[in-house]
């Protein structure tokens, strides 16, 4: 008996099987928003305990957050191309552009260009999509298929600044200042504080001939955004300005 009781108090000292924390999409993401680093690691213990597409979801989710784009984007791309998964049609597509997404943010646009065919293949491709063609098309400076992409987005998504701004982009670089002010203009009336919207106003302003307006925009970028990757173009285009 005494061996029974002892072997029974040995049991309930040794730690169980590790209790998933998270154990739906709502908590993991409550738990990025918390914090990422844990999230990770019970986004690996959910997938332990079967947990399966939505647990390997929220690992790459918990990744991006952490920074660890490439990783993210292959794990994403490997869900989506897994034939054995179970998903649906349209959620391989979207697990797709969150691949394309992760990609672009990782500095690599030829992947990312890639998964989004791999998309549109399974799909026609929704604004969110087209966008973020446009952005891996103006990464490699093919500012025609931006362009095509844009509008085509635009033509859903009206009112979307950042697309306004990267069209501005796109006309810009193709030449065409006068086109791309009325884009850059519109982009920042949408949304005053998005740091596009500002560089490609202050751009296309100093291409039209408005220096005052130009330096303008760009200060104002620099005010709002000082640690925003276009506040380093902006100084630099502020100096060249007559």
């Given at each position: 008996m005494?061996?029974?009781?002892?072997?029974?108090?040995?049991?309930?000292?040794?730690?169980?099987?590790?209790?998933?924390?998270?154990?739906?999409?709502?908590?993991?993401?409550?738990?990025?928003?918390?914090?990422?680093?844990?999230?990770?690691?019970?986004?690996?213990t959910?997938?332990?305990?079967?947990?399966?597409?939505p647990?390997?979801l929220?690992?790459?989710?918990?990744?991006?957050?952490?920074?660890?784009?490439?990783?993210?984007?292959?794990?994403?791309?490997?869900?989506?191309?897994?034939?054995?998964r179970?998903?649906?049609?349209?959620l391989?597509?979207?697990?797709?552009?969150?691949?394309?997404?992760?990609?672009?943010?990782?500095?690599?646009?030829?992947?990312?260009?890639?998964?989004?065919?791999q998309?549109?293949?399974?799909?026609?491709?929704?604004?969110?999509?087209?966008?973020?063609?446009?952005?891996?098309?103006?990464?490699?400076?093919?500012?025609?298929?931006?362009?095509?992409?844009?509008?085509a987005?635009?033509?859903?998504?009206?009112d979307?600044?950042?697309?306004?701004a990267?069209?501005?982009?796109?006309?810009?670089?193709?030449?065409?200042?006068?086109?791309?002010?009325?884009?850059?203009?519109?982009?920042?009336?949408?949304?005053?504080?998005?740091?596009?919207?500002?560089?490609?106003?202050?751009?296309?302003?100093a291409?039209?001939?408005?220096?005052?307006?130009?330096?303008?925009?760009?200060?104002?970028?620099?005010?709002?955004?000082?640690?925003?990757?276009l506040?380093?173009p902006?100084r630099?285009?502020?100096?060249?300005?007559?």
């Amino acid at each position: 008996m005494r061996r029974l009781i002892a072997a029974a108090l040995l049991a309930a000292a040794l730690p169980g099987p590790a209790v998933a924390a998270i154990t739906n999409t709502d908590e993991c993401k409550a738990a990025l928003a918390a914090d990422p680093g844990r999230a990770r690691e019970d986004a690996a213990t959910w997938e332990r305990q079967g947990g399966g597409v939505p647990a390997r979801l929220c690992s790459a989710a918990a990744l991006a957050a952490l920074g660890a784009h490439a990783t993210a984007a292959q794990m994403l791309t490997a869900v989506a191309e897994n034939p054995s998964r179970a998903m649906s049609t349209s959620l391989r597509a979207a697990t797709l552009a969150d691949a394309a997404d992760q990609w672009l943010a990782a500095g690599e646009p030829h992947l990312a260009r890639t998964v989004l065919d791999q998309s549109d293949a399974l799909t026609p491709p929704d604004p969110r999509r087209q966008v973020l063609a446009a952005r891996a098309a103006a990464a490699e400076s093919d500012w025609p298929a931006a362009e095509t992409a844009l509008r085509a987005a635009l033509a859903t998504i009206s009112d979307d600044a950042l697309a306004h701004a990267l069209l501005a982009a796109a006309l810009r670089n193709q030449g065409d200042a006068a086109a791309a002010l009325p884009e850059a203009e519109r982009a920042a009336v949408l949304d005053p504080d998005l740091p596009e919207a500002l560089f490609e106003q202050g751009a296309a302003r100093a291409e039209t001939g408005d220096s005052t307006g130009a330096a303008a925009a760009w200060l104002a970028l620099i005010d709002r955004h000082p640690d925003s990757s276009l506040a380093g173009p902006a100084r630099r285009n502020l100096q060249r300005l007559p």
